[in-house]
C-alpha cells in the first residue's frame, strides 16, 4: 500500500466540466509533487510545491490549477481540458526536496471525453 | 537541460539471472540519482536514492551504482524472479529542483 492516497482512482469528464483531483500524504513531507503519465511515457513534471508555496510550474496551461490548502494536502483542479490531457496523473511527496526519496501515489486515470 | 537515457528499453530473462539495466544522463552536475519500479497501471515505487557523493546503494537483491564523471547509474539486480517484472525507471534531478525521468526499461522474468 502506497503512504501517499489520490482520489479518485478513475475520471471521466468532458471537456466543458469542471473537475478535482485530490491527493494526501501524512508522512509529514514538506515537497509535493504533480507528475503527468501517458501511455508507454516517463512521467512529466508539472508542478511543485515546497511548505505549500508553488515553487516550480513547469508551463502547464492555466487549464490545470494546483492548489496546496495544507501541509498534508494537494489537489489539482481541472477546467475546460482537451483529449490529449487524458493520462495518468500522478502524484509524490518528498520530505524537504530531492535529497530525499519521492513517494508516489498510485495515480489517477483521467479520460476527457 | 538534463536528459536521461535508459537501455536497454525492454529486457525477457529467465528466473534466477543476474541482471543490470543502464542508465546515463547528460548533466553530470546532479544531486542524486533514483531508481523507481513501476508496475502497470500504478504509481511510481522508490527502490534506491544515490546522493552524489556515494558511489553506490544497496537493498538486498539490488544494487545501484552512480558514475557522475561520466554520466552514468547501473542497476544490478541479482538472482531475478518474476515478481521483479516491472518496468524500471531511472530519474536524475536538475538543478536540484525537478526529477528528470528515463524512459524505463521493461523487464520480464520467466519462470
Known sequence: DTEVTQTPKHLVMGMTNKKSLKCEQHMGHRAMYWYKQKAKKPPELMFVYSYEKLSINESVPSRFSPECPNSSLLNLHLHALQPEDSALYLCASSLYGLNSPLHFGNGTRLTVT | ?111
Open chain 2, 1 to 111: 537541460k538534463q536528459e536521461v537515457t535508459q537501455i536497454p528499453a525492454a529486457l525477457s530473462v529467465p528466473e534466477g539471472e543476474n541482471l543490470v539495466l543502464n542508465c546515463s544522463f547528460t548533466d553530470s552536475a546532479i544531486y542524486n540519482l533514483q531508481w523507481f519500479r513501476q508496475d502497470p497501471g500504478k504509481g511510481l515505487t522508490s527502490l534506491l536514492l544515490i546522493q552524489s557523493s556515494q558511489r553506490e546503494q544497496t537493498s538486498g537483491r539490488l544494487n545501484a551504482s552512480l558514475d557522475k564523471s561520466s554520466g552514468r547509474s547501473t542497476l544490478y539486480i541479482a538472482a531475478s524472479q518474476p515478481g521483479d517484472s516491472a518496468t524500471y525507471l531511472c530519474a536524475a534531478d536538475q538543478a536540484g529542483t525537478a526529477l528528470i525521468f528515463g524512459k524505463g526499461t521493461t523487464l520480464s522474468v520467466s519462470s
